[in-house]
């Protein structure tokens, strides 16, 4: 539950902040709104690069190597824009990993389905994950039909998936640790990791402390450089990451609503930090906060810390989503369909009518170009003083979904 409570006090406070603005503080007026996007409002279009490059034109998106989408969850258009846009950017653009907001061992799982096709793997995520936002039969379909288009591609070109969340279904991570020692042999100091892992993956047999084990593999993986000539410096690591995930979380889960939604973003980075190679090119869709890509009321979300590391500061782009008369999946509430509404620029019914003619339930507001007030403007919609936010320092582009239906509840067979 704590994940998820930032993003929608964020999207309360900075929706609410628009709509106060425009009708009371705001010295732009809806006319000035409307001026600045009539020439940057497009369909999106994605059975036509060339409509899909014009959008873009001004970006050259070879300068990028991290583009993130922020998203409300469970929305269904959320996963065509995902898919599609991942598509048309591994395509033309060589992006080749999906970053997602997901633990280290979730990805290292769904790797291992896109490289097999195994309904199995899934079905275990399904099992462990359900009554969360990514547990809806939207987000498992996206991955089969990942799984397809990488069918298409060479084994070497095919996308893969990198994680950066900390661990939430602790669970799931000691499944991952134990496929990765599962096959080995003469483990020495660390079959007692092997045997850990086997009573509870295989014989059911939990402590009451979930991560009690990750606590006593602690101990065993101290190390390193013996670790390494045992299973290989790659797998030895990997475990390694997903254990001290284990205890991240264990410590993050313990703390105040605070002091969690202030650690989240930053052990995120972390953990982005130990996986990137420095040679990939990422796309990812997050919950909307998580894109920004600058401090908002004191906190600092996951794209503010990538943006601040010199080698990604001019090479991330972040888009935000605004959602009209949609529906969102409440895992909260057995999955039923509600509204979902946090429209960003309130304009008059004729310009907004103007804005979306023939454009569809899929369109995007170009915000940063040459002299856009967006470029002047502060969070709040005001005329940005010295020193303060401004809305492209946060975002440089808004989606607009509208009349999208929620996630469909998921199917168990």
């Avoid at 940057?40 to 959008?55: A, R």
């Amino acid at each position: 539950m704590k994940k998820n409570i930032l993003t929608v006090i964020f999207a309360l406070f900075f929706f609410l902040s628009f709509a106060l603005g425009s009708k009371e503080q705001n010295e732009y007026t809806e006319k000035d709104y409307y001026e600045a996007l009539k020439d940057n409002t497009f369909s999106i279009n994605f059975e036509d690069k060339k409509y899909l490059d014009k959008i873009f034109e001004k970006e050259d998106l070879n300068n990028y190597d991290i583009i993130l989408i922020g998203e409300n969850h469970a929305v269904s258009a959320n996963y065509i824009l995902k898919f599609d846009f991942l598509k048309y950017l591994h395509k033309n653009y060589n992006f080749n990993h999906l970053l997602e907001e997901i633990p280290i061992s979730q990805a290292f799982l769904i790797n291992l389905y896109l490289d097999s096709g195994n309904e199995k793997i899934l079905n275990q995520i399904k099992k462990h994950t359900y009554k969360t936002y990514f547990c809806t039969q939207d987000h498992f379909d996206f991955y089969r039909k990942l799984y397809k288009y990488n069918q298409t591609q060479q084994k070497e070109n095919r996308i893969k998936i990198i994680g950066a969340d900390v661990e939430h279904q602790p669970i799931l991570a000691y499944a991952a640790m134990y496929l990765i020692v599962r096959e080995k042999e003469n483990l020495k100091h660390l079959s007692e990791i092997k045997t850990l892992l086997e009573k509870l993956i295989i014989m059911g047999e939990a402590d009451k402390d979930i991560y009690s084990i990750a606590q006593k593999c602690n101990k065993l993986l101290i190390d390193e450089e013996m670790g390494e000539k045992v299973l290989g410096e790659k797998d030895f690591q990997l475990l390694k990451l997903i254990n001290d995930n284990i205890l991240s979380s264990k410590m993050l889960y313990a703390a105040s609503q605070n002091e969690f939604n202030k650690k989240r973003d930053k052990m995120m980075y972390d953990n982005f930090r130990i996986l990137d190679t420095g040679k990939n090119k990422y796309f990812g869709v997050w919950g909307n906060f998580h894109v920004w890509q600058a401090p908002v009321n004191g906190l600092l979300p996951f794209a503010s810390y990538i943006k601040a590391n010199k080698s990604y500061s001019d090479k991330i782009l972040s888009v935000m989503i605004q959602y009209i008369n949609c529906m969102y999946s409440n895992p909260h509430n057995d999955y039923k369909s509600e509204k979902l509404e946090n429209k960003i620029f309130y304009l008059t019914a004729s310009y907004q009518d103007i804005l979306e003619k023939d454009k569809g339930n899929l369109y995007i507001y170009r915000l940063n170009y040459k002299d856009a007030i967006f470029n002047k403007m502060n969070i709040s919609g005001k005329k940005a003083g010295t020193g303060e936010t401004l809305i492209t320092d946060l975002y440089q582009y808004l989606i607009t979904v509208k009349n999208s239906p929620a996630c469909k509840k998921v199917e168990f067979k």
